[in-house]
């Protein structure tokens, strides 16, 4: 079992579900965790009967809200503390600190910090970083319509002081209007659709996946595109 956090103040919740559909296609049994403050998962994923916390099926994953801890997760599926949960990789949506510790993402496989150069999203989701006890290495994934090098240099200035050590490759997703209209419809029919996404940010995807899941070749990952492509 693998631990993927995706930290940050930037909404993510999308490119996360589209990111656990390519390695369902893979074969992999999937956890999605939205463990942030607004919960989006509760608004886009549909769930027959919604309570405060729930773990619910959509489209060959489970998506789990409303949860403080993989062992509160745990009791709510009636797995034994002693065992791990049944599956291959989980994703872990967090966007503050008492999340990010209680899902102990410090000791993660791999930890994403997601953004775009706005403002908002950069300073608010430093507050998680501020507040690290340890250093951890990260991974920028950055949503801009270009990236310039200026901002990738206020990033670095505005985490100088941080434990954090960036690796020296970025994900870049160009967003365009394409995307936003996609990701609209797929929210609006409750289904994961690639078809109307641009080729740029289905590449975001595959470059995505293909760095924490290695062992699937990017080839595997291309083919899995493909096929929920052919899904229209």
Do not use: C, H
């Not at 990789?89 to 997601?114: E, G, R």
């Not at 078809?195 to 080839?219: C, H, Q, W």
């Amino acid at each position: 079992m693998k631990r993927i956090g995706f930290i940050g103040a930037y909404d993510k919740t999308d490119m996360i579900v589209y990111v656990g559909k390519i390695l369902t296609v893979l074969k992999q049994k999937v956890l999605i965790v939205d463990s942030t403050i607004v919960q989006k998962a509760k608004y886009i994923v549909p769930v027959i009967n919604p309570s405060v916390s729930y773990v619910t099926e959509y489209e060959d994953m489970d998506v789990a809200v409303g949860f403080d801890s993989l062992q509160a997760i745990k009791q709510f599926l009636g797995v034994p503390e002693s065992k791990e949960l049944d599956y291959d990789y989980i994703l872990i949506d967090v966007d503050n600190i008492k999340m990010f510790n209680s899902y102990n993402l410090q000791s993660a496989d791999k930890n994403y910090f997601v953004t775009s150069f706005d403002v908002y999203s950069l300073k608010k989701g430093l507050e998680i970083l501020i507040e690290l006890k340890d250093t951890i290495s990260l991974t920028k994934v950055i949503f801009s319509k270009e990236l310039l090098k200026e901002d990738d240099e206020y990033l670095n200035y505005l985490s100088l002081g941080y434990k954090v050590v960036w690796n020296e490759y970025r994900l870049y997703f160009p967003m365009d209007m394409s995307d936003y209209s996609a990701i609209a419809e797929n929210q609006r029919l409750a289904k994961v659709k690639f078809r109307k996404l641009s080729p740029t940010y289905k590449e975001g995807l595959i470059f995505l996946v293909d760095d924490f899941a290695k062992e699937m070749s990017e080839n595997n990952v291309r083919k899995a595109v493909k096929t929920i492509e052919k899904g229209a």
